[in-house]
């Protein structure tokens, strides 16, 4: 079955350029989101996205990170200049209703900032 | 500043025994929490959850009690099987459903 898919799995890159993270959710589910996991750390949650409405930007650590969902579909999560303290796992999850049980996390970037 | 935390890292139990995963959260405004599973190279999965009215809620052989006084909740896991083996995540939210705190996880290991 279509499950929330992220791409790259894996990347690596140099302290100072810019990585743009991809989710692609499950078809028809309008609430999307972005969390994050550094080593030894919970889930942080990023950024909610919710059909047409603003989205949550709450959780975003610096004004380097932003995040677009595009037909309110595909999500974009974009950081510039990315330092090694990024260095992480960024996870997508998608749901059809707002709420929690109903959330299907991806797989996960794992970013790496040399 | 955790508000969500789960202290032991990591637990090592023999299969058939009873696991018990621990959490606990500082914010007295959560009201619903969860349980998630995860295996390697995998996004986590929903396992369980539990509101604020119920000190208790029973899915086969996973039950969570919540214990709002000690702001404490618990996973228990019987009989616990190998492929149990996971890492464990405990999430809490304050009635506000776009927004979860999640615990660092606490990686299970089930031995056959």
């Known amino acids: 079955g279509a499950g929330v898919s992220q791409s790259p799995s894996n990347k690596v890159t140099e302290k100072g350029k810019d990585v743009e993270l991809r989710c692609d959710p499950i078809s028809g589910h309008t609430a999307l989101y972005w969390y994050r996991q550094s080593l030894g750390q919970g889930l942080e949650f990023l950024i909610y996205?919710?059909?047409?409405?603003?989205?949550?930007k709450s959780g975003l650590p610096s004004d380097r990170f932003s995040a677009e969902r595009t037909g309110g579909s595909v999500s974009t999560l974009t950081i510039q200049r990315t330092q090694q303290e990024d260095s992480a796992v960024y996870l997508c999850a998608s749901s059809f209703v707002q709420g929690v049980e109903t959330q299907y996390f991806g797989p996960g970037t794992r970013l790496l900032v040399l | 500043d955790q508000q969500v935390k789960q202290n032991s890292p990591s637990l090592s139990v023999q299969e058939g025994r009873i696991s018990i995963l621990n959490c606990d959260y500082t914010n007295s405004m959560f009201d619903y929490f969860l349980w998630y599973k995860k295996y390697p190279a995998e996004g986590p999965t929903f396992l369980i959850s539990?509101?604020?009215?119920?000190d208790k809620n029973e899915d086969g052989r996973f039950t969570v009690f919540l214990n709002k006084s000690a702001k404490h909740l618990s996973l228990h896991i019987v009989p616990s099987q190998p492929g149990d083996s996971a890492v464990y995540f405990c999430?809490?939210?304050?009635?506000?459903?776009?927004?979860?705190?999640f615990g660092s996880g606490t990686k299970l290991n089930v031995k056959p």
């Open positions: 996205f919710q059909g047409n409405s603003a989205p949550d």
């Open positions: 539990i509101s604020s009215i119920k």
């Open positions: 999430a809490a939210s304050g009635g506000n459903f776009n927004k979860f705190y």
